[in-house]
């Protein structure tokens, strides 16, 4: 799309919009406000990263060795204590988000009531997809209950699932987003750019190998008729 330039901003005119530039443009004015260092920042952006790795190397090596459930009787017992330490160490990742982003300056554009109310509306429908998948999924189909043997009869395709891929992953995206608007926060979004990163990876990470789980399932049944 070309055409003579509309008016000046920080990237140039809109007669030669080039994306990449508009997305560099926004990450440096975001970067401009927030200090890498700051050792709340690094506490947020480890949690971010750690957790899912936590939960995806114990549940394979559970999902290889049965260790977990040996050691607590019971693959049922064994996936509640695993989603116990999941949702402590995601209690941990929320409060060190939190942490970071009161620690370092607000954003003047965001800090209004219609961007508080955005964030508030984001929060509202990043809840509604968790609890509804947590609701659909039941606790061990929640935590991972596929990698200790805890397999579902067939795939659950109610809401959210039914409009969403990884509804709980998306869903908890856009709870930190949300809040982060609320806040005001350049390190609130910018963090959230980190917490999408990583569920990315997670997915790519997560899915082929549980078709594989359910792929053994199906085969192992078909044997046995």
């Not at 994306?19 to 890498?36: E, H, K, S, W």
């Not at 506490?43 to 990263?49: E, G, N």
């Not at 990742?93 to 620690?103: D, E, G, K, N, V």
Request: proline letters at 5%; glycine letters at 8%; charged letters at 15%.
């Amino acid at each position: 799309m070309s055409g003579p330039a509309a008016g000046p901003d920080c990237c140039g005119g809109f007669g030669s919009i080039d994306f990449r530039q508009a997305d560099l443009c926004i990450m440096t004015r975001l970067l401009g406000y927030v200090n890498p260092l700051d050792p709340s920042f690094v506490a947020a952006v480890l949690t971010i990263t750690f957790n899912p790795l936590f939960w995806n190397v114990v549940a394979r090596w559970e999902q290889k060795t049965r260790r977990l459930s040996k050691a607590f009787g019971s693959p049922y017992l064994a996936c509640y204590a695993l989603g116990g330490a999941i949702l402590l160490l995601n209690f941990a990742r929320s409060h060190c988000f939190t942490q970071a982003m009161l620690s370092q300056p607000k954003m003047e554009s965001l800090d209004n009531a219609m961007a508080y109310c955005m964030g508030l509306v984001l929060l509202g429908v990043g809840t509604l997809f968790v609890l509804s998948s947590f609701f659909a999924l039941g606790f061990t189909g929640t935590f991972l209950g596929d990698y200790f043997g805890i397999l579902k009869e067939a795939r659950v395709t109610t809401f959210p699932f039914s409009v969403l891929d990884n509804p709980m992953y998306w869903g908890s995206t856009a709870n930190y987003l949300g809040w982060a608007i609320m806040h005001a926060s350049p390190t609130g979004l910018l963090l959230t750019a980190v917490v999408g990163i990583v569920y990315v990876v997670a997915i790519l990470y997560e899915e082929p190998f549980t078709a594989e789980i359910y792929r053994q399932k199906a085969a192992k049944s078909h044997k046995r008729n």
